[in-house]
């Protein structure tokens, strides 16, 4: 059998008055986890309630778990498990009420697991809704779709205000689902180091529109920060994928997210010396990503950013 | 499974060098002979909390060096070779000295002050 994409978005658009998704086109495979970055407003929610068939998109194709959204959403939502902010939980409910009733209607409930996560996660279940501080509630949420075990865990921003100890308790969480090579997760986060360590592959969102989507190994691999010594009269050459250079007196650096070979030659034939070439966090290549997509964006679009 | 490796964020390096460095260092003491079965890739990303993509980069970077070899469906092994260890002993060594080396360059030192200078810092050492 031929397995079917976790999810796979085609070209999907949907406007909204002050904002639009432009041509979204995502595939995350099974057994693999994605990490979904931008900045607030890039559009991360609102890709992940078109997943969630919360919100139907003007156009394009969304499949998950094969099923088409939000047509076939019933059937979907069975293999999903979903986890955001805003999630309705019942305030005036206990976290054990919560799990009793998720209990009732999932025949996949692990009850076990859920009471290893009360402890993980430092919860405690007799505890309403409406007394819990902003981290118990996220935990709350994160709980109730991890212990469904589901194929597919969708989390919007699943570790925004959590402290350093309950985020590593949700990490290690999320990469305990892949014991099993036919689950899934997509997380949306700001947190880059968070995504650095544990996504397989990466998508970056900015304004409406995917930046770059590519498995993190190739990321890492193709951004790296150039410092060079140059001799008098340098003129530096035009180098693939160059996003920012400076000079300063004989030392110069520049930033390139196609780093090999040529950029070297060049460097070397136009008289510099290569002193060294150094590795980028996830979050100075997402940061030289943005910088550079919206400096291309307002070039060749100026009139429209004044409107 | 137990000992999962120990890996920095603030290392610097790319985690997967990391991993790498980890399994030939296990190697090198002897810990893991010739002949002995890695965890699968999946395993050992979820002990160490790395992601699948990183752990597998580690493991065919270490194949294509010769250290490890996978055996389709069956798993990767330490791979069986007479003096394995000695060889990734000056393998680590070598990687050291070639950055030596690098840096000299860099700084306009040549060959000869270099080794002078190596043979004055292993006379300086104590006991």
Redesign the interface.
Known sequence: MMSTAAIELNNVNKSYRYFALSDISLQLEPGHIMGFIGPNGAGKSTTIRLIMGLVHADSGDIRVLGHAMPVEQVAAKWGIGFASEDMNLYKAATLEWHMGFMQSIYADWDKDYARQLVDRFDLRPEQRMKGMSHGQKVKSGLLLALARRPRLLVLDEPTTGLDPVARTEVLNELMEVLVDEDRSVLFSSHNTNDVEQISDKITFIDRGRIIEAQDKESFLDRWRRVRFETSAGFVLPELPGMTEHRLDGSLGTLTTGNFGTEVREKLQAAGATILAVDNMTLEEIFVAEVMSSRGTASSSDSTGESR | MTSPFVLS?SD?????LQIIEQIRLRITVGDWQPGFKLPSI??L??AT??????VK?AYQELEKDGVIITRQGKGSYVAEIDGLDLKLRREELDQHLQEAIAVAR?LGIDQEELLARLKALLADEPE
């Open positions: 964020q610097g390096r790319p985690m997967y999946r395993e990303a979820v909390r790395v992601s699948v993509i990183t980069r860099g």
